[in-house]
């Protein structure tokens, strides 16, 4: 589902983070391992403020492992606790309650010496759409009980969903925005299907993924579709591309709109193997 993210949307959502926030310990907030700074909220850091943090860099199975490492190490710089997940097979799950506990050990031990009876974590999930925040409810109570609509607004009273003895995290995620002033943000969003329905040109997108593959995935960009090399004029790509992969009008000419469908979608739906698209040493503006 794509949301429509209009000012008054907005600022619904924060509004209802930000109230769900007075009742959690912790917000675990998911980003997109192949995009872990594009996939996030251009505001978080002043929505979320002062309260503790654990970043999930999920969909783990589908980014590049030595850049996940390198993304981890970035948030850990930051001295937040980054941990790579793939919420949709279960994995690294478990860390996610040891993580919670190491992040709060000390406010929980401040509580203890003041007598206070221990209790379970309170937390809650943020995220923009798509970077898997209902599947990873799901994962984690092991049922289907969490709702997959995104849309913002929606008013429930807040359950609490038991992770073991040690969490509890609220049943609804913050679903928050994603950047929408970056152009090369958007091509990256696209890209991982965070924007399904969009907004871009699906060639630019197509034109800025063989240019990113060019310049830092060359191997497979032969191996997928023979070509080493993105010329100054792309068309002669997308000829080579559209003519391999049969994307012809009834003439004989190449599809050029098809062409571009076909790499976008080889690329969500990992043909050209897990890929990275933000780069530590390249940061993004936040
Ligand atoms: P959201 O609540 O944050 O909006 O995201 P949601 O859980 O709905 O997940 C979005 C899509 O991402 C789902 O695919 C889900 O299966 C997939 N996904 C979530 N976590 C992971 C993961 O760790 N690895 C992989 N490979 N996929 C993951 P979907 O339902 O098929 O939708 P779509 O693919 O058509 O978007």
């Known amino acids: 589902m794509t949301i429509q993210w209009f000012p008054g949307h907005m600022a619904k959502a924060r509004r209802q983070v930000t109230e769900k926030l007075k009742l959690v310990d912790i917000v675990i907030e998911l980003v997109d391992a192949r995009i872990p700074l594009s996939s996030r909220n251009p505001m978080i850091e002043e929505i979320i403020g002062e309260k503790p943090r654990l970043v999930l ?3 783990a199975d589908m ?7 390198q993304w981890i190490h970035y948030f850990e710089e930051q001295g937040i606790m980054a941990l790579a997940v793939n919420a949709q097979a279960g994995k690294g799950l478990q860390a996610i309650v040891s993580g919670a506990k190491e992040i ?12 206070m009876r221990p209790r379970a974590i309170r937390a809650m999930i943020v995220g923009i759409p798509n970077v898997g925040k209902s599947t990873l409810i799901n994962r984690l109570v092991k049922k289907n009980i969490a709702k997959t609509g995104n849309t913002p607004g929606v008013t429930k009273a807040q359950q609490w969903i038991k992770v073991g003895k040690e969490l509890e995290l609220l049943d609804t995620p913050g679903i928050l ?3 929408f002033e970056d152009q090369e943000v958007g091509y990256k969003l696209a890209l991982t299907g965070a924007i399904k329905d969009t907004i871009l040109n699906l060639q630019d997108i197509a034109v800025y993924a063989l240019r990113f593959l060019e310049a830092t995935y060359p191997d497979r960009l032969e191996s997928r579709y023979g070509i080493k090399e993105i010329p100054e004029d792309v068309v002669e790509s997308f000829n080579h591309i559209g003519a391999r992969r049969g994307c012809l009008m009834a003439g004989g000419e190449i599809n050029y709109d098809k062409t571009a469908e076909v790499i976008v979608r080889d690329i969500r739906n990992v043909q050209l193997g897990p890929i990275t698209f933000d780069r530590v040493e390249v940061k993004v503006e936040d």
């Not at 980014?63 to 490492?69: F, I, L, S």
């Not at 929980?108 to 003041?114: A, I």
């Open 177 to 179: 925005w994603p950047k």
């Open 63 to 69: 980014a590049d492992p030595a850049k996940t490492k």
């Open 57 to 59: 860099l999920n969909k």
């Open 104 to 115: 709060l050990k000390a406010k929980f031990d401040r509580m203890k010496s003041r007598g």
